[in-house]
């Protein structure tokens, strides 16, 4: 998949014209790529349109006016955008209670090894972007970021059949069947 560049990002002007359709279009396309798993967690899979989203936003926001600005975005959030053969993902663990984080993040130690995509008679793994950063041996973060990397075969094998998101940690499981919708939007990132 393209990486963005600074031609891709449109000035605050611009952006502003075009802001309420492309907020509109990105919502609809976050609802395919957000996946619920269970009661605590979220995955929702990016792409270069949610990665421009979060930069134009940024810019928006913090009325960034240099290329230089824009720049350092780019390379923050070029990095969620997947290459060919990946799904890459911004996994939310969603408590808002303070009590209830001191409970759960000491348990999720680990979570980044324990989410999987499932499909046929295969399962790919995520694996952690920036783990040293997120998570401690006593506690984990509330947000992670995953890649998960697929060969050319289990790309044709996901995109023809049933798939589903699992998450098989001691202390939490949980998983979720992918829609039709849902999977054939995942897919067309292996090679965008």
């Known amino acids: 998949m393209q990486k963005l560049t600074t031609a891709d990002i449109k000035d605050l002007r611009e952006y502003e014209r075009e802001r309420e359709t492309f907020l509109a279009d990105v919502i609809k396309m976050k609802k395919r790529r957000r996946v ?6 979220s995955i929702v899979f990016e792409n270069a349109t949610t990665m421009r989203f979060q930069i ?20 923050v959030y070029n990095a969620l955008i ?7 993902a911004t996994c939310f663990i969603e408590i808002e209670e303070n009590a209830e984080l001191r409970e ?13 995509v ?6 790919v793994s995520a694996r952690e972007e920036d783990a040293e950063r997120l998570t401690r041996e006593d506690i984990t ?9 697929f060969t050319a075969e289990q790309e044709t094998v996901f995109a023809a059949g049933p798939s589903r ?20 939007e995942l897919a067309g990132d292996f090679a965008a």
Do not use: C, N
């Open 141 to 149: 973060s509330t947000v992670h970021y995953f890649t998960f990397s």
């Open 118 to 123: 499932v499909f046929g008679d295969d399962k």
């Open 56 to 75: 134009q936003e940024m810019a928006r926001a913090e009325k960034m006016l240099h290329d230089e600005q824009i720049a350092q975005e780019l390379e």
């Open 104 to 116: 759960w993040l000491p348990r999720l130690v680990g979570i980044e090894d324990h989410v999987h």
């Open 36 to 41: 619920k798993l269970g009661e605590l967690m």
């Open 165 to 184: 998101i699992v998450v098989d940690h001691p202390e939490y499981q949980a998983e979720a069947v992918l829609t039709d919708e849902q999977r054939i």
């Open 82 to 88: 997947p290459e060919d053969g990946e799904l890459r």
